[in-house]
């Protein structure tokens, strides 16, 4: 999915408002689409990192060095309150045990007025970059269990996560990239290895229901080159200022 996330982040970073002179936290870094968007805007040693893959850990260790890169989980951050002017996280909510518990780690990292900012593809409404493949499994397998469901992945529900987890200021919005395909099995091929829901699904079939859900997403697209529209709901909060009791 390298070749979506990457110009996500080009547009994640843009709508969540980066600016040099902020440090931010990437939740869920992965191997590194949005950190290295913050390490190109606010510089290395602005920038820390955090996921409990230790591939991804060690990968993004090595490529920058001066990024503070833990390993760890959204819901349990090993950072001290108020570390961050920003925590962002790339296609992450719908992978966290806990969303809510998870959107209010990164709001205690982050400063007072700060942001918080995430996005999911829009699995449910079928224009994520994976919906072709999901309506040939359908096609062919009814009853196959998608990604619509999980976090995030619907309208209004990255919100409404952010109103759980008492964020404020709380603006949704959408992102949508185009990639280029130069041929059919360039498509394909990501789904072949393993990876993610789709991965998991392909890997499950026979050698003949693969032949099949390639053919079925082969009638489905055109010939190649082709583009693909990819879009991903986005929500940008605030971290409330700290209530002072009255008591
Ligand atoms: C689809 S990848 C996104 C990676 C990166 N943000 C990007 O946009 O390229 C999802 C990442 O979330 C990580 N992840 C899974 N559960 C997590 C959790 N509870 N907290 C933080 N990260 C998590 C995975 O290890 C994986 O690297």
Same mark, same amino acid.
């Given at each position: 999915?390298?070749?979506?996330?990457?110009?996500?982040?080009?547009?994640?970073?843009?709508?969540?408002?980066?600016?040099?002179?902020?440090?931010? /936290?990437?939740?869920?870094?992965?191997?590194?689409?949005?950190? $290295?968007?913050?390490?190109?805007?606010?510089? *290395?040693?602005?920038?820390?990192?955090?996921?409990?893959?230790?591939?991804?850990?060690?990968?993004?260790?090595?490529?920058?060095?001066?990024?503070?890169?833990?390993?760890?989980?959204?819901?349990?951050?090993?950072?001290?309150?108020?570390?961050?002017?920003?925590?962002?996280?790339?296609?992450?909510?719908?992978?966290?045990?806990?969303?809510?518990?998870?959107?209010?780690?990164? *709001?205690?990292? $982050?400063?007072?007025?700060?942001?918080?900012?995430?996005?999911?593809?829009?699995?449910?409404?079928?224009?994520?970059?994976? %919906?072709?493949?999901?309506?040939?499994?359908?096609?062919?397998?009814?009853? %196959?269990?998608?990604?619509?469901?999980?976090?995030?992945?619907?309208?209004?529900?990255?919100?409404?996560?952010?109103?759980?987890?008492?964020?404020?200021?709380?603006?949704?919005?959408?992102? $949508?990239?185009?990639?280029?395909?130069? $041929?059919?099995?360039?498509?394909?091929?990501?789904?072949?290895?393993?990876?993610?829901?789709?991965? %998991?699904?392909?890997?499950? /079939?026979?050698?003949?229901?693969?032949?099949?859900?390639?053919?079925?997403?082969?009638?489905?697209?055109?010939?190649?080159?082709?583009?693909?529209?990819?879009?991903?709901?986005?929500?940008?909060?605030?971290?409330?200022?700290?209530?002072?009791?009255?008591?």
């Amino acid at each position: 999915m390298g070749q979506f996330s990457e110009p996500l982040a080009v547009q994640f970073v843009q709508r969540a408002e980066v600016r040099p002179g902020q440090r931010a /936290l990437d939740v869920g870094c992965g191997p590194g689409a949005l950190t $290295t968007q913050l390490v190109d805007r606010l510089g *290395a040693g602005a920038v820390a990192a955090i996921d409990p893959s230790a591939s991804f850990v060690a990968a993004i260790g090595a490529r920058f060095p001066d990024v503070d890169v833990r390993s760890g989980v959204a819901e349990q951050l090993p950072f001290r309150d108020d570390s961050f002017d920003l925590a962002l996280a790339q296609l992450v909510v719908h992978f966290m045990t806990d969303p809510v518990s998870g959107l209010r780690e990164m *709001a205690r990292v $982050t400063r007072a007025g700060g942001v918080v900012a995430a996005c999911v593809w829009d699995h449910a409404g079928q224009s994520g970059p994976l %919906a072709t493949f999901w309506q040939a499994v359908r096609d062919m397998d009814p009853g %196959a269990h998608d990604e619509s469901d999980l976090a995030g992945a619907r309208e209004g529900h990255l919100a409404e996560l952010c109103a759980a987890a008492e964020l404020a200021d709380i603006e949704p919005s959408k992102l $949508t990239v185009r990639v280029e395909f130069a $041929t059919f099995d360039d498509w394909w091929e990501p789904y072949t290895l393993g990876v993610g829901p789709a991965g %998991a699904y392909v890997a499950q /079939l026979d050698e003949a229901g693969r032949d099949a859900l390639r053919s079925r997403c082969a009638q489905r697209l055109p010939p190649g080159p082709f583009e693909v529209n990819a879009s991903a709901w986005f929500v940008r909060a605030r971290v409330r200022p700290v209530s002072l009791s009255t008591d």
